[in-house]
Nanobody, 131 residues
Framework: QIHLVESGGASVQAGHSLRLTCETSGVIFMGNCMGWFRQSPGKEREGVAALYVGGNSPYYADSVKGRFTISQDKAKKTIYLQMTNLKPEDSGMYYC????????????????????????WGQGTQVNVSS
């Protein structure tokens, strides 16, 4: 069975940094599309960042470019989301998600929406940024 477990969420002040971790189990990892999504109350879930394990450049939403970095540890089958210069609008529940049998370009496209192509999801970790 495939499991994703997020951690690292916290309440911080604007301008601070956080690193989210997504530990996976039951996945091959290479060739998986791994994404980070977030959802705030009353808002639609949105893709924040994604990478295709073994692929090219990752995807970032315009709102986080230059501030967030997605990375991977293939040995641990874990992905991270380093978030810097956090803003109140970054607040929300952050979810890690994955699917496979795809390619880099499709992975990048699928991360730009609400994540309908992603089959497996973690339980989420909460990020609260106060001004």
């Amino acid at each position: 069975q495939i499991h994703l477990v997020e951690s690292g969420g916290a309440s911080v002040q604007a301008g601070h940094s956080l690193r989210l971790t997504c530990e996976t189990s039951g996945v091959i990892f290479m060739g998986n599309c791994m994404g980070w999504f977030r959802q705030s109350p009353g808002k639609e879930r949105e893709g924040v960042a994604a990478l295709y394990v073994g692929g090219n450049s990752p995807y970032y939403a315009d709102s986080v470019k230059g501030r967030f970095t997605i990375s991977q540890d293939k040995a641990k089958k874990t992905i991270y989301l380093q978030m810097t210069n956090l803003k109140p609008e970054d607040s929300g529940m952050y979810y890690c998600a994955t699917y496979f049998n795809t390619w880099w370009d499709e992975c990048m496209s699928s991360a730009q929406g609400s994540g309908g192509a992603f089959r497996f999801w973690g339980q989420g970790t909460q990020v609260n940024v106060s001004s």
